[in-house]
């Protein structure tokens, strides 16, 4: 199983049903192929669709119907389709359940940095302020670390997507979740342990007492 399979699966419990969720592009939009089609989850989509399915296979993708990066969506039965503003009002309004989103830094306070690619040419960071801002829960979902360097810092040298500390961050090492004490380590990998999870992490890790493997089956 890759490092993303084992994130996108890990990710997928802490979504209930009857919320209405937004993933972000990349990795977290995997996360919809490890939802039963009958979860009673609503995916949600800043460039306008309540109700996103899985990805299609290959030869049956819409152009007309894709994520706000551009990626190829189904709809589900009932899905909206519904303008800029209305999406931008559900987001801003706080009726977001949940968003889950790629990282490049998360820091100790739990402050994310997410849309800077150093040295690469990028538009700016599209919704994802509005959505750190707005959502009742922030997921985080990236690698534990990338060409050798760690994401999960003492500080973010990245800027900040927003001054809103997230609710969780799911690697294939762990599952960490940001407190006013600092950063607490929930859960470890398969098979993966606590000295692995420190050594690919710069940032200081509450560990209390005996941390559970995740299940991801």
């Known amino acids: ?3 993303k ?4 699966r890990r990710v997928a419990q802490e979504i209930k049903p009857g919320m209405l969720v937004n993933l972000g ?3 977290p939009s995997m996360v919809a192929n490890y939802l039963p089609h009958d979860s009673g989850v609503y995916f949600q989509a800043e460039n306008g669709v309540i109700g996103l399915g899985a990805r299609p296979p290959e030869g049956m993708e819409d152009p ?3 994520d706000a990066g551009g990626g190829f969506v189904t709809a589900l039965p009932g899905a909206a389709s519904i303008d800029s ?3 931008f009002g559900l987001i801003r309004g706080g009726h977001l359940d949940m968003t889950v989103l790629g990282g490049l830094q998360v820091d100790e306070r739990g402050y994310l940095a997410n849309w800077m690619v150093p040295g690469k040419m990028v538009p700016g960071m599209g919704g994802a302020m509005d959505l750190v801002a707005g959502a009742k829960r922030v997921v985080v979902a990236m690698v534990h670390s990338a060409k050798g360097e760690a994401k999960i810092v003492p500080e973010c040298s990245l800027p900040l997507t927003a001054m809103r500390r997230i609710s969780l961050i799911v690697t294939e090492l762990a599952v960490i979740e940001p407190t006013h004490e600092g950063l607490l380590l929930r859960e470890r990998g398969p098979d993966v342990s ?4 420190l050594a690919q992490t710069s ?6 007492g005996d941390v559970p493997e995740m299940r991801i089956g």
């Open 85 to 87: 503003a209305m999406s």
């Open 203 to 208: 940032a200081r890790l509450i560990v209390d």
């Open 25 to 27: 592009i990349g990795l």
């Open 194 to 197: 606590i000295d692995q999870i």
């Open 1 to 3: 199983m890759s490092a």
């Open 5 to 8: 399979e084992v994130i996108a």
């Open 64 to 66: 007309h119907l894709t």
